[in-house]
């Protein structure tokens, strides 16, 4: 018998042993600056439509890729450094990938924004530098990262737009690696 790719990817998700999912906390309380309105993943993505799944991952790739810059120009380390260079051409290749499958579901997502609570946690960032900078920038990769896989998950479990479906279906690898990848930068400090 074979599985939708739905169900296949829950049950890699879900079920298997030893995976990233397993990993994940609880939601985690939002970094500074990520102001009073800031909601978890799960708060965002519990009722959500496609134009609304759309627009927040676009904020979330947004984020990854100014955040990057940020890192780029303030970071201290090397392996900091590589991983906003990661990330930000990983979120970069994802906001194209999200234009396309919006297109293809005849949506016009329009040029990506920032949702308040991003726009927040990035003014906020700015105000640091050199190994506390490092710190806060890891902090927010990881609470942006745990939001988007919920968000992605729930989308792509719930179903709407089966271009904007397979859209989340494919991040979702991507993004529980970026979570490792950030936790284990974040362990070594």
Sequence with gaps: MKLPAAAALAVMLVAA?????????????????????????????AAIGTASFVARAASLN??????????????MSGDVIAFAKGT???????????????????LAPGDPELVPVHREMLDNLSDFGGKEFEAEYLRRQLYVHQEAIDLFRRYAFAGGEQPIVDYAERMLPLLLQHYEDGSDLARKR
């Design 88 to 106: 930000m051409n990983d979120h970069g290749q994802a906001t194209e990938a999200l234009r396309a499958a919006a297109a293809e579901a005849d």
């Design 62 to 75: 947004l984020f990854e890729v100014m955040a990057g810059r940020l890192a780029l120009e303030r970071g």
């Design 17 to 45: 042993p030893g995976t990233a999912q397993e990993t994940l906390p609880n939601p985690a309380p939002p970094p500074a600056g990520a102001g009073p309105e800031a909601e978890t993943g799960a708060t965002a993505a």
